[in-house]
């Protein structure tokens, strides 16, 4: 090779120079993994065709069960080699330290030459590994170290594992074991000495492992024999193994060989190299370049044992092939082939009954095979039909005898196995495969046992085997009731569907009181995490009330203490948790969000910010400086400085986390994106520019639109995260009316129009809200109710109509309130909220729904009935709210709908029919303070509709209405905008510039006419008949009459027009997509509406036309 051989030099020269500079400071051991090494850097080919000739399989491992008694040391006929062998293998058990490991294999002169020079043979080899390996994961535990009596104890100091592995590995005596080894796992078959045998190998895998020093997979290809190529299912092939390839047995011999080579030389060079130079200073200086090749050579050998195993399968006992899955998994160097071989081989070693039925525990097969195995294919992240024959192979052994073996399983691996259970389960496809059903049914059997043991022995099981216990049980729904289940494709969750469905929940609930009793007084033992995973769990599987509510109260003190202990992950996660749960204590919510600054916002994942914003606005806990985001409507002089902001760790928070969204929203996901605008509207925080920013995100910005780019799209978002979407944009522009400062010239509908604009921009509202209405038109059918109500909800606020999309949210509301009550493919049923929503948002966009209220009629009857199937002020108040039934019967106004059985029920939930009209006992009925103000303007309107359209149904308003039937004005301004998110604004009168301009005009030209006629009750029931109250009130206005002649005219500005999305684009109305501009004068900020659309006038504005018609105007 044109240099001289290293193991001609001597070993101990070379490590006086390494221990001469040693430091304590050592280099990164892995500096190719910021910077992948090709793996062709050393030049061997691998272009040869797999060849099975006699040649080739002489190559391969005989798979004849050799011996591995003698101590596993081969014969041989040189007994002076033998009993030398024996001899260094003592030394090596008895050695005390890796130190000693490695002097024994230098003084011994396994550094001679290759493979051990003759000296060392497999037995040496593997003890010697396996020892360092065991030394480098010892913890230290030097004070309890015997002290002679007489003399004084000596402080020693300790090392983590991760010192002493980095110092194991920095020495070159480790790098020439590992290279003799290599060489001598690749020598000639006719060296007795060097045919490693299946304890062997085992050993060795698990040393390397151990070691940590091989390189996973995704940065150095995995490497298998083509020979073996026959026994692999190239599809599971292609579809988990993506960093593997494929090569000759010589090839990878001589592979092997040459990097072998490369790190005795890379050794021998820094070894000279540092005997060149003065002080110890400068020899530190010098890098340990051996090592990123000494990585290399640990895979190429991993690669080499797993191909010798294949070859041998049926040596192998199932706790060398458990350590083998073990190694490999941890190693990250696991494949298909591998893993289906071994496991394939331990579920047969495993179906040995007579070892099963033993009475003599030693011969039993090991709880810790099984653990072991099933966690390796879990870490490894492998799934295919020899994995799902283990997990079944696991449940026989464990239902074997009615579980005469579960007692021999360790709490450790117990929790192991279900942790490695969920883990597969959960990283299964959505696709439906056969095995599946067998693979869950196993899955629920080791899960009930697990869970047994946990009742039965709880006290056993550490702080993490009982939060991973519990983690697994929620991860796959284990012990959750199917119609408790959502089924939500807003989440990964899965559900294992059990044939004991009632046995399994009860047998949880039990086993999580029993586990909320047990760790209460050792929370301060669990680690951040484990509490992460314990309240994550118990939230998921739905089990509250007594014991929960005490142990999250300690989950939240722990957190308090400890708070700069927790990872973002179990920051977030634990806060879901509580506001899932609902535990909400705001001074442990406050100190947990203290963690998530301005300062640490990078090093949080989307899914950590996202959570931990979406728990604070869950569970109430509002910023201080809420408009300190508000770049729209707020000046800047008056918006809170960074300074103030940073004060409070709750701004800051939601600062934090929508920064980090602006800055890199590719990086989130649909559910992310939509947590952090749902959080930051339902926190009542207005945020212009984030929601522009993932406006632009998901559907271009204007000038990329105009360049053909349609921006990320809305691929991801599931039902609920389009309508969260949607309802937190138009929720953000509602926002704006509860702003004190605001400089907003408008008012009432026309106000959040203007708003959403000067957020947004015109055009990319409508882009945004196009995409939303055509990706739920593909997915309709899987809107939930709510998703439904939210959706069409945040179209009505904003005036936009999509006119298909409102057409089959039509058409699937009546199909499923067509499906017949009894029918198992009942729908769920709709909540009054959602119902009130739906109604009103298709009255204020004027969409007809005539048989959509005709069919919610029964629905909403049956809803309100008490067990005698009739209705009462109680009755309705268990089901309904009063908003909510007022919206109902104004959108029945707008629409023109008065069911018989319907309006009645909503006059009595609104006024009573028992009490007569006692509005003091309906607030005791509801829990209010009464009718809102606007609402009372309503019930006018539709009063009047009633008695024009519908007098048959004989309803009249309580006599003396509204006094006292109004609620006490106590709320804040922010607090109105929140609470009336379906009002009405079309009762404000107001006079605008236009319409003063018009009127002038029409002087001009000598039409006699009035700004604002005003009508009152009064009026109604002396010049029409028409009574609404006793009290005088005006409600009806025009914007100019002429009263003799009866003509009215309506100045009707952008707040009486509903926007058509989906119009006739041929329309030349539709024509121009300029966008609009802002304009701002007199410390007012408004928005000139100048993109044309097709537009017709909303619910509102038809209603009052129609009442005026009904006049005679």
């Known amino acids: 090779q044109g240099f001289t051989s290293p193991s001609l030099i001597s070993s101990q020269w070379i490590y006086s120079q390494y221990r001469t500079t040693r430091s304590e400071r050592f280099i990164s051991l892995f500096p190719y993994q910021n910077n992948k090494v090709r793996f062709h850097d050393i030049d061997v080919s691998r272009s040869a065709a797999a060849s099975r000739d006699s040649k080739s399989k002489a190559l391969l491992p005989g798979s004849k069960n050799r011996s591995r008694q003698k101590n596993y040391i081969h014969n041989s006929s040189n007994n002076t080699e033998l009993g030398q062998a024996k001899a260094i293998n003592k030394e090596l058990i008895d050695a005390g330290s890796a130190q000693e490991v490695l002097d024994i294999f230098i003084s011994k002169g396994g550094a001679k030459g290759t493979a051990g020079g003759n000296v060392f043979n497999s037995v040496n080899f593997s003890t010697c590994l396996h020892r360092l390996a065991r030394f480098v994961n010892q913890h230290d535990h030097s004070h309890n170290h015997k002290i002679k009596k007489g003399t004084q104890p000596t402080i020693q100091k300790t090392h983590t594992v991760d010192e002493k592995r980095r110092s194991v590995l920095s020495d070159p005596r480790t790098a020439i074991l590992i290279a003799a080894l290599s ?77 072998a080579a490369k790190v005795r030389r890379e050794v021998l060079e820094v070894a000279k190299e540092r005997n060149l130079l003065k002080t110890p200073a400068e020899r530190a200086a010098v890098k340990n370049k051996w090592i990123p090749t000494l990585s290399q050579l640990s895979g190429k050998l991993l690669d080499m044992i797993a191909t010798k195993v294949l070859g041998m399968l049926k040596d192998f006992n199932s706790q060398e092939l458990a350590n083998l899955l073990y190694a490999f998994a941890s190693a990250g160097r696991a494949d298909l082939l591998l893993f289906e071989s071994l496991s394939d081989q331990l579920v047969i070693n495993m179906q040995d009954k007579s070892k099963l039925n033993s009475k003599d525990k030693r011969l039993r097969p090991k709880p810790q095979e099984f653990s072991n195995s099933v966690w390796a294919f879990a870490s490894a992240g492998l799934r295919g039909d020899g994995q799902v024959k283990l997990i079944e192979g696991v449940a026989d052994i464990l239902d074997h005898d009615n579980g005469a073996i579960v007692q021999d399983f360790k709490p450790q691996e117990l929790s192991n196995t279900a942790w490695g259970v969920a883990t597969l389960l959960a990283k299964r496809g959505s696709e439906q495969v056969p095995s599946y059903k067998r693979e869950n049914q196993a899955a629920l059997r080791i899960l009930r046992w697990v869970a047994k043991s946990i009742e039965e022995r709880v006290e056993e099981f550490k702080p993490q085997e009982i939060s991973n216990s519990v983690w697994a049980f929620a991860t796959v729904g284990f012990g959750i009731s199917s119609s408790a289940v959502q089924l939500n494709t807003n989440n990964e969750y899965i559900y294992l569907e059990s044939d004991s469905e009632e046995a399994d929940r009860v047998l949880v609930s039990r086993v999580l009181n029993i586990v909320a009793d047990s760790s209460m007084n050792r929370l301060h033992r669990f680690r951040p995490q484990e509490l992460n995973n314990l309240a994550w769990g118990i939230c998921r599987l739905g089990c509250n009330g007594g014991k929960m509510d005490q142990l999250f109260e300690g989950v939240g003190q722990e957190l308090m203490k400890r708070h700069s202990y927790f990872k973002p992950q179990d920051i977030g996660t634990t806060l879901w948790s509580f506001a899932t749960f609902e535990y909400f204590d705001e001074d442990v919510y406050r100190s947990a969000a203290s963690e998530l600054t301005l300062r640490k916002s990078r090093s949080f994942k989307p899914q950590e910010l ?31 400085s960074l300074s103030e902001v940073t004060s409070d760790p709750i701004t800051e928070c939601f600062a934090a986390a929508t920064t980090e969204l602006m800055r890199r929203p590719h990086e989130f996901k649909a559910q992310e994106i939509k947590d952090v605008l749902w959080s930051l509207s339902k926190a009542s925080i207005r945020h212009p ?16 639109f105009e360049n053909g780019i349609l921006g990320r799209g809305m691929d991801g978002f599931s039902p609920q995260g389009l309508g969260n979407l949607a309802w937190a944009y138009a929720k953000q522009a509602q926002l704006a009316a509860a702003v004190n400062e605001s400089t907003i010239g408008s008012t009432g509908r026309l106000a959040v129009y203007e708003t959403s604009c000067l957020d947004v921009g015109e055009n990319l509202v409508r ?129 023109g709908e008065y069911p018989d059985d319907l309006m009645p029920l909503l006059y009595t939930a609104l006024f009573g029919k028992v009490c007569k009209g006692d509005p003091d006992y309906l607030k005791k ?54 609470d009336n998110e379906t009002g009405s604004t079309m009762l404000q009168i107001t006079t605008s510039k236009l319409q003063q301009n018009i009127s002038r005009t029409l002087k001009k030209i000598g039409f006699d006419h009035r700004i604002e006629h005003l009508i009152s009750t009064d009026d109604l029931q002396s010049e029409y008949g028409i009574s609404l109250s006793s009290i005088n009130q005006e409600f009806l206005s025009l ?12 100045v009707d500005g952008p707040g009486h027009f509903v926007n058509i999305l989906d119009g006739d684009e041929s329309d030349d109305t539709a024509s121009n997509n300029i966008g609009g501009v802002m304009r701002i004068g007199k410390g007012k900020t408004g928005w000139e509406f100048t993109a044309n ?6 619910g509102p504005t038809a209603l ?3 009442l005026m018609s009904h006049l005679g105007w």
């Not at 520019?689 to 990329?704: I, M, N, Q, W, Y």
């Not at 009263?1043 to 309506?1050: A, F, N, P, S």
């Not at 659309?1093 to 909303?1098: D, G, L, P, V």
């Open 767 to 895: 882009r945004l809200f196009s995409r939303i209405a055509e990706t739920g038109i593909e997915n309709i059918h899987r809107f939930k109710p709510q998703d439904l109500s939210n959706t069409c909800w945040a179209f009505s606020t904003l005036g936009l109509l999509h006119n298909v999309f409102f057409q089959r949210v039509h058409q699937e509301v009546i199909g499923r309130l067509l499906v017949p009550r009894d029918s198992q493919a009942a729908v769920i049923k709709f909540k009054a909220q959602e119902i009130a929503n739906l109604v009103w948002s298709f009255a204020t966009l004027n969409v007809e729904a005539s048989s959509m209220i005709e069919k919610f009629t029964p629905f909403i009857v049956q809803m309100c009935s008490n067990d005698n199937g009739e209705y009462t002020e109680e009755s309705i108040a268990r089901y309904i709210k009063r908003q909510e039934v007022a919206n109902l019967a104004w959108s029945c106004a707008v629409l």
């Open 689 to 704: 520019g984030v929601f522009k920013r993932v406006a632009e995100h998901l559907v271009g910005s204007d000038a990329d």
């Open 1039 to 1050: 914007d100019i009459a002429n009263i003799d002649k009866m003509i009215g005219i309506e």
């Open 1104 to 1106: 009052k036309h129609r």
């Open 610 to 640: 996202s959570n931990t914003v979406w728990a604070l606005a869950t569970a109430g806990v509002i910023p201080q400086y809420a408009d300190a985001f508000d770049t729209t409507i707020i000046p800047k002089a008056k918006r809170p």
């Open 925 to 978: 009925v509801y829990g209010d303070d009464g009718i809102q103000k606007q609402t009372i303007m309503t019930m006018f309107y539709v009063q009047m509709a009633l008695h024009i359209e519908a007098p048959d149904l004989g309803l009249s308003l309580p006599y003396g209405f509204p006094s006292g039937w109004q609620e006490s004005d106590t709320r804040t301004k922010r607090q109105k905008v929140i």
């Open 1093 to 1098: 659309s097709q537009q017709k006038i909303n």
């Open 183 to 259: 060489e001598a796992i690749v020598e000639n078959k006719s060296n007795d000495a060097l045919l490693f045998n299946n304890r062997e190998l085992a050993n060795l895998g698990w040393a390397i492992a151990k070691l940590k020093v091989a390189p996973p997979s995704n940065v150095y290809p995995v490497v298998r024999s083509k020979s073996l190529f026959q026994h692999l299912d190239a599809t599971n092939e292609t579809k988990n193994n993506t960093d593997i390839i494929f090569s000759s047995i010589e090839d990878m011999h001589q592979d092997i060989l040459m990097t």
